[in-house]
């Protein structure tokens, strides 16, 4: 099946990637996109034992901006479902609590992806310390579960130069978002402002979609790499699939 269809980066960070896949079906690329968003388990925190809390947040509040921190998530041969990963927090104030604050006692698989993420402002005198576990769960039930923060897709579109427009025609602004494929070449709509008429000025162009062709835009919220997370998901599609057709074998 991987002969069927075409896989290119056209854009890549550690976290934010545009990819481009040829020969898929638009239900297959919507499986995918509900795969990354729903079906790829991360860890967030999920119970937490306060201590001390004496800042102006009760502690359910607290305890959903703690759940709401992204934790980086190892591989499943590296931590297993059920296992359970401790993090703490003791800060007094007058300070500012943030997610780098949170220690885990699995420092090397499991850490906060950002170290800056506020949780509360403490005042003179004021002091927040509690203890919080963080477990794996999927997107499909909770959303602090969603390692794919922004995850879409757009058909590519190929862009034809027709000519030049007729002497007297007025050049009306013609926007298209995505990536766009001219003579071959993939170029991201944002390199000219979205608008055709700044790659393209005093041209008639036509702009039509590439059938079985879709850009994904992929954002993770750091639990994991934009491949783990792909990968991860196109997995979970084929597990399920494996079970489907062992289900029906009777």
């Not at 499991?110 to 506020?118: L, S």
Request: hydrophobic residues 40%; negative net charge; charged residues 30%.
């Amino acid at each position: 099946m991987a002969s069927d269809y075409d896989v290119e980066f056209v854009e890549r960070t550690e976290r934010e990637a545009r990819i481009l896949v040829r020969g898929i079906t638009p239900a297959f690329a919507n499986g995918i996109r509900r795969a990354m968003v729903a079906d790829v388990p991360t860890l967030a925190i999920d119970t937490v034992r306060f201590i001390e809390n004496s800042s102006v947040m009760f502690d359910e509040q607290l305890g959903l901006r703690l759940g709401l921190v992204p934790l980086t998530t190892p591989t499943p041969e590296e931590f297993g479902d059920d296992d359970v990963v401790t993090l703490s927090i003791d800060v007094e104030g007058p300070a500012t609590a943030y997610s780098g604050d949170l220690v885990s006692s699995e420092p090397d698989l499991v850490k906060p992806a950002d170290e800056n993420v506020p949780i509360i402002q403490l005042k003179d005198d004021q002091r927040l310390e509690a203890e919080a576990d963080a477990v794996y769960d999927h997107g499909k039930k909770h959303a602090k579960h969603q390692g794919g923060v922004a995850v879409g897709y757009r058909h590519l579109q190929r862009v034809t130069v027709d000519g030049d427009l007729p002497e007297f025609e007025d050049e009306e602004t013609q926007i298209v978002r995505g990536v766009i494929e001219d003579d071959g070449e993939l170029i991201p709509t944002s390199e000219f402002g979205h608008d055709l008429t700044e790659r393209y000025p005093g041209k008639d162009v036509t702009v039509e979609d590439v059938p079985n062709a879709f850009v994904f835009h992929v954002e993770t919220d750091g639990s994991f790499a934009v491949e783990e997370l792909v990968t991860r998901a196109v997995g979970s599609i084929d597990d399920r699939a494996a079970e489907l057709e062992d289900a029906v074998q009777l």
